[in-house]
């Protein structure tokens, strides 16, 4: 499985970025899929999830009700749709992927090489 991350940028605190992960190698709907960030000088931590059928999402409770994952089978594609954005969001964004069941365990086998987010305040 190949992961494409991209959509990262500098933004103003309050503003919004969609965040959009390509997946290769695997039909989307036969993994689940989830979103991390690491800041500098901290530890990569879970942000949210997708299942493969798109029918559950988890957040983290630092970005719910500001972030929203969602899934578009045709494209291949996951976003992450992030918004009210704070300068504690700044970091390096992740998606990974993993067989059915990662969602639960927050556990994934593929990685992609990062989005960089910052936000400024």
């Known amino acids: 499985v190949q992961l494409q991350a991209s959509g990262g940028g500098l933004v103003q605190a309050g503003g919004s970025l969609r965040l959009s992960c390509v997946v290769s190698?695997?039909?989307?709907?036969?993994?689940?899929m989830g979103w991390f960030r690491q800041a500098p000088g901290k530890e990569r931590e879970f942000v949210g999830a997708i299942t493969w059928s798109g029918g559950g999402t988890d957040y983290a409770d630092s970005v719910k009700g500001r972030f929203t994952i969602s899934s578009d089978n045709a494209k291949s594609t996951v976003y992450l749709q992030m918004n009210s954005l704070k300068p504690e969001d700044t970091a390096v964004y992740y998606c990974?992927?993993?067989?059915?069941?990662?969602?639960?365990?927050?556990?994934?086998?593929?990685w992609g090489q990062g989005t960089l987010v910052t936000v400024s305040s």
């Open positions: 990974a992927a993993g067989n059915r069941g990662s969602y639960y365990l927050r556990k994934y086998d593929y």
């Open positions: 190698g695997r039909v989307l709907r036969s993994v689940d």
